[in-house]
């Protein structure tokens, strides 16, 4: 079932916000801030988001697509998540 894209990322925002934000609740997170770069999550934040992503939407990221253009940011996260989901549809 393909989900959409606003709802992906307001859903990946309420983990990162649940799981790595609780400490700053004044921080705005855009939906365009680099993540690792904002110091929001690391390699094992990473790792955590990677296995919300898989049981939460049902996709699963190879190796080589576990990148910042895929997973660098919340927009980049909700593309890269309703892009396998259509993929798997097909």
Do not use: C
């Not at 190796?63 to 097909?90: H, W």
Request: aromatic share 6%; net charge negative.
């Amino acid at each position: 079932m393909q989900t959409p894209s606003s709802e992906i990322l307001t859903r990946v925002r309420g983990f990162l916000q649940e799981n790595f934000l609780y400490m700053r609740p004044d921080l705005e997170l855009g939906a365009d801030d680099r993540l690792m770069e904002r110091g929001i999550v690391d390699s094992m934040g990473v790792l955590e988001m990677l296995n919300f992503i898989e049981t939460e939407f049902g996709v699963r990221a190879s190796d080589d697509e576990i990148s910042e253009a895929n997973l660098g940011s919340l927009r980049a996260i909700a593309q890269f998540v309703a892009e396998k989901q259509t993929a798997a549809a097909a």
